[in-house]
Nanobody, 121 residues
């Protein structure tokens, strides 16, 4: 089992920045990739980005490319999502996931509880 805990969400004005954190515990070595997804009301869960924990390589979903970046702190078993130049359409619950990789929610076995990001215009 892997437990994930997100933090760092909140209310921010358009153009602002946030940093989300995802701390992992448990059998973390069984899940080499951490990903972020987001889900807005009435919409499907959307891929934001993923990071390979061993080599740090990343890939991102098209809607956020160039504005969001992921990083990791292996010693703290924590990954971060840096959100820059936020837009109202970025408003969603952001979820951290652990698994073997990919851009589909079904490819991840473990999920955090989510953290709300709200961007005001």
């Amino acid at each position: 089992q892997v437990q994930l805990a997100e933090s760092g969400g909140g209310l921010v004005q358009a153009g602002g920045t946030l940093r989300l954190s995802c701390a992992a515990s448990g059998r973390t070595l069984t899940t080499p990739v951490r990903a972020w997804f987001r889900q807005a009301p009435g919409k499907e869960r959307e891929f934001v980005g993923a990071i390979d924990l061993s080599i740090g390589s990343t890939n991102y979903g098209d809607p956020i490319k160039g504005r969001f970046t992921m990083s990791r702190d292996v010693a703290k078993s924590t990954v971060y999502l840096h959100l820059d130049t936020l837009k109202p359409e970025d408003t969603a619950v952001y979820y951290c996931a652990a698994g073997s990789g990919g851009a589909s929610p079904g490819q991840y076995e473990y999920w955090g509880q989510g953290t709300q990001v709200t961007v005001s215009s």
